[in-house]
């Protein structure tokens, strides 16, 4: 009989190619463009909408912003659920951009494999994905959140080797434009999804 983490660990590499590929098209387009918005994988490969994988398809929206405002690069995302539509907005420096490339990576990894995690948890009955997206401890408490949030922070600490601990901690550190959580709010974030982590 399978064990629970034994099966954790197959789901988690089930989706290690669909974030590798979608991650190196993302790169690609970051690094021979610069402003503007684009479609994966149409702008690639013309006439192909979306990204057929085995367990589900989906497409891409690329969003790139340079901005002499900011220090290295910003990664946001979200997803649209009824057109499993991934976007992915990346605000960086453009004095910065091949510099800082390594680090966009490991971030890029994080997020997709976060947003695909949403995908695949509609075919799951145990979370209500029902309610809107928003922010503050309620949301990033959320069960479905906290699930992501570790599905995208493990394929992160695998692709940097990075533990996966000092992953969490930087970046609620870092992001705190984006969650715009309390340090209280963020501890309690924080010891939810290593609390989580340790038991998948």
């Not at 991934?86 to 420096?93: A, C, G």
């Not at 996966?164 to 609620?172: E, G, Q």
């Not at 963020?186 to 989580?196: A, G, R, S, T």
Request: net charge negative; hydrophobic share 35%; charged share 35%.
């Amino acid at each position: 009989m399978i064990t629970i983490k034994k099966h954790n660990l197959l789901e988690q590499k089930q989706y290690d190619q669909p974030v590798r590929t979608i991650v190196k098209d993302i790169i690609k387009l970051y690094k021979s463009e610069g402003d503007g918005e684009y479609y994966l994988p149409e702008e690639l490969e013309e006439d192909i909408l979306e990204y057929e994988f085995p367990k589900f398809s989906l497409s891409v929206e690329l969003i790139l912003e340079p901005s002499d405002m900011i220090d290295d690069f910003i990664v946001d995302a979200e997803l649209f659920r009824e057109d499993n539509v991934i976007s992915v907005t990346i605000k960086y420096n453009p004095e910065k951009k091949s510099k800082i490339t390594y680090d966009l990576i490991g971030e890029l990894n994080e997020i997709v494999a976060h947003e695909m995690r949403h995908i695949v948890q509609k075919d799951r009955t145990e979370f209500n994905l029902e309610k809107p997206a928003g922010k503050g401890v309620d949301y990033y408490t959320s069960p479905e959140e906290i699930d992501a949030q570790v599905f995208g922070f493990r394929r992160m600490a695998r692709i940097t080797k990075r533990p996966f601990t000092d992953l969490v901690r930087n970046w609620f550190r870092t992001h705190k434009d984006l969650h715009t959580l309390s340090d209280e709010e963020q501890e309690i974030v924080v010891n939810k999804l290593l609390d989580y982590n340790s038991k998948i």
